[in-house]
């Protein structure tokens, strides 16, 4: 059974920076991507970014340069650094992957609150 687990949420005001991990249960290398999306109160589920098994990264063009995503293959842990963070930043964010035979795992979300 694949669990991802995520933690690093919180409350930070605007301008500051968190990291979210993501914690699998499994070796990262039953992944062929990662990633990190998340939901607003009222709007859909977005992509914040994602990180293929070749180290490829793709961002939501609203975090490029503020955010990185990054895994460590030996603690199974895949990372959001989230820096100059904004009100509209606010979301619980999920953890995602998905195996070569199209498997897609989900975390239970970590709350991320940026205050003004």
């Known amino acids: 059974q694949v669990q991802l687990v995520e933690s690093g949420g919180g409350l930070v005001q605007s301008g500051g920076s968190l990291r979210l991990s993501c914690v699998a249960s499994?070796?990262?290398?039953?992944?062929?991507?990662m990633a990190w999306y998340r939901q607003a109160p009222g709007k859909q589920r977005e992509l914040v970014a994602e990180?293929?098994?070749?180290?490829?990264?793709n961002y939501a063009n609203s975090v490029k340069d503020r955010f990185t995503i990054s895994r460590d293959i030996a603690k199974k842990t895949a990372y959001l650094q989230m820096n100059s963070l904004k009100p509209e930043d606010t979301a619980v964010y999920y953890c995602?992957?998905?195996?070569?035979?199209?498997?897609?795992?989900w975390g239970r979300g970590t709350q991320v609150t940026v205050s003004s």
């Open positions: 499994v070796s990262l290398f039953s992944f062929n991507t």
């Open positions: 990180i293929t098994a070749g180290g490829n990264t």
């Open positions: 995602y992957a998905r195996n070569i035979a199209r498997t897609s795992y």
